[in-house]
């Protein structure tokens, strides 16, 4: 079966801190990961990984996925409040829709 | 600039009640899924369609139809709502990449 296992569940921080959150997953015909960051309602895309050791950023965040460890992890430097959402992992595989983990919700205290 | 487009954003049902969540996209995108969301479950997929006239099952797909007649727009019933179905449920589209555009979501209670 399939799992994508996100940790930690959730996480409190200060302000100014760097938080980092993983996904690990076991899936067959791996094709993608992807991070999403969600506030109030819908999801929103944050960036999709394929090739190992390959850093994508955006801004004060940035991913990386390592294929021979089956991780991911989402780096966030010098959180702020808006910073604050539920961060999901999810990974895709052939022609189905995306397998999602459980998420990560992260507060950052002013 | 609509993007994904569910409705209702709300919903009370009784038990054994049957109804319809509404989902349009005009991104011209192949490919339209359903979600729930429960809390400490994450997103699991119901159903999704690669286009028009296909459609399949995904994770937990029981108690749940859908159709896709045109590409636009892929609609979820609720053949006979239960309480294990109050839900959070989002659709979502996807283009040649695989990024998920989703919708605002239908928080759905069945009593």
């Known amino acids: 079966e399939d799992k994508v296992v996100q940790s930690p569940l959730s996480l409190v921080v200060h302000e100014g801190d760097t938080v980092t959150l993983n996904c690990s997953y076991e899936v067959t015909n791996f094709r993608s990961l992807l991070w999403y960051k969600q506030e109030k309602k819908a999801p929103t895309f944050l960036f999709m990984l394929t090739s190992s050791g390959i850093e994508k950023k955006s801004g004060r965040l940035s991913s990386i996925l390592d294929k021979k460890e089956l991780s991911s992890i989402l780096n966030i430097t010098a959180t702020q409040t808006g910073d604050s959402a539920i961060y999901l992992c999810?990974?895709?595989?052939?022609?189905?829709?995306?397998?999602f983990g459980k998420g990560t919700h992260l507060i950052i205290q002013p | 600039n609509a993007g994904v487009t569910q409705t209702p954003k709300f919903q009370v049902l009784k038990t054994g009640q049957s109804m319809t969540l509404q989902c349009a996209q005009d991104?011209?995108?192949?490919?339209m899924s359903w979600y729930r969301q429960d809390p400490g479950m994450g997103l699991r997929l119901i159903h999704y369609?690669?286009?028009?006239?296909?459609?399949d099952q995904g994770e937990v797909p029981n108690g749940y139809n859908v159709s896709r007649s045109t590409t636009e727009d892929f609609p979820l019933r609720l053949l006979s709502a239960a309480p294990s179905q109050t839900s959070v449920y989002f659709c979502a589209s996807r283009g040649l990449l695989e990024k998920l555009f989703f919708g605002s979501g239908t928080q759905l209670s069945v009593l």
């Open positions: 369609s690669v286009g028009a006239g296909i459609t």
């Open positions: 999810a990974v895709k595989r052939g022609a189905d829709g995306l397998t």
């Open positions: 991104m011209n995108h192949e490919y």
